[in-house]
């Protein structure tokens, strides 16, 4: 057994409430008995409480409510922690070795029943996703690391196929998964504002010497939304996006990328979204085309407007199509 599981055994003694000597736990584990020794300091360290008894009936045992933690998980539990490690996974999760460890000691430390259903569980989900390639996850797990120290990074960075590559020096407040890819959101160096990054343009990054402070309460997430769906999230210029169609219809728009995010309310077929006012005369209308007649603008007259402008377009490039 490793060093860890031998720890984790000392805590179930331990969580039993009895209280149990050195020894005895050197017997139960056959271990030495100073292994037992550095075992206890070393939980000690990392902030279990655990006291030593003196006297005949002495011995270790866990101080208050800390004894009645859990350290292993019900069913419910377990199945939620393998199917996330599956998403987890298909995602490109950069920590891939240690969250196959932590699954793998999930299920050494249950019965041969919950291991069955774990197994079942695990066979049950499957994520169909993109593969991430070695490179990029070793860049994710820099940019974590990085992001938690504080500490910049230096990147050769692509802007966009065809584009000169170009050195940053970036601070990454953090990394977030959109859509099938990764970004690292932080501040940039050269531009002298915070930007988004994609980590497959990423070529080549190291640490560098500089520190830096996140700013308070800042969201990596919230950034890269107002980013990449410019005015869609500023309350100053959204607009009410009334649109009224079938329930299938409706249930496939709700799961889109950008009305997802902006859907207020719902009911009696109707959806109710607030959307960027600039959003509605650009790129909303042609995510909407491919509906035709199985959903009807109600609100506001500007999308009906470019939609039916867009629809007039395209309908009098056909038609002149036929002529030729």
């Not at 988004?196 to 190291?206: N, P, Y």
Request: hydrophobic letters at 40%; charged letters at 25%; one cysteine or more.
């Amino acid at each position: 057994m490793s060093k860890s599981d031998h720890m984790l055994s000392i805590l179930w003694l331990l969580r039993s409430g009895r209280r149990m000597t050195a020894k005895k736990l050197a017997n139960e584990l056959e271990i030495h008995i100073r292994t037992v020794y550095r075992y206890i300091d070393s939980l000690c360290a990392s902030g279990v409480p655990i006291i030593a008894d003196s006297g005949p009936n002495g011995g270790y045992r866990i101080l208050g409510h800390f004894a009645e933690s859990p350290l292993l998980f019900d069913l419910e539990e377990q199945k939620a922690l393998v199917h996330a490690s599956t998403f987890a996974h298909e995602a490109g999760y950069p920590f891939k070795e240690e969250l196959n460890r932590a699954i793998n000691k999930l299920k050494r430390y249950t019965n041969e029943e919950q291991l069955d259903q774990i197994e079942r569980h695990m066979e049950g989900l499957s994520i169909i996703h993109p593969p991430i390639e070695g490179k990029q996850r070793d860049l994710l797990r820099v940019l974590e690391e990085m992001a938690a120290q504080g500490r910049s990074v230096e990147m050769v960075y692509v802007n966009g196929k065809g584009d000169t590559p170009n050195i940053r020096e970036v601070d990454p407040y953090g990394i977030v998964h959109w859509k099938g890819s990764w970004y690292a959101v932080g501040y940039c160096n050269l531009r002298k504002e915070v930007r988004s990054f994609r980590v497959d343009r990423i070529s080549r990054m190291e640490p560098s010497d500089r520190y830096f402070e996140r700013p308070a309460a800042f969201s990596a997430k919230d950034f890269l939304m107002r980013n990449l769906l410019p005015g869609t999230l500023d309350s100053e210029s959204l607009a009410a996006v009334r649109i009224q169609g079938h329930e299938q219809a409706l249930d496939l728009l709700c799961q889109h990328w950008l009305f997802g995010h902006t859907l207020v309310e719902r009911k009696d077929g109707v959806a109710l979204f607030r959307l960027g006012i600039h959003s509605l005369q650009s790129y909303v209308p042609y995510f909407l085309l491919p509906y035709g007649k199985s959903l009807i603008i109600l609100e506001p007259d500007i999308l009906i407007e470019r939609l039916v402008e867009i629809s007039y377009g395209i309908a009098s490039h056909y038609e002149s199509m036929k002529s030729l």
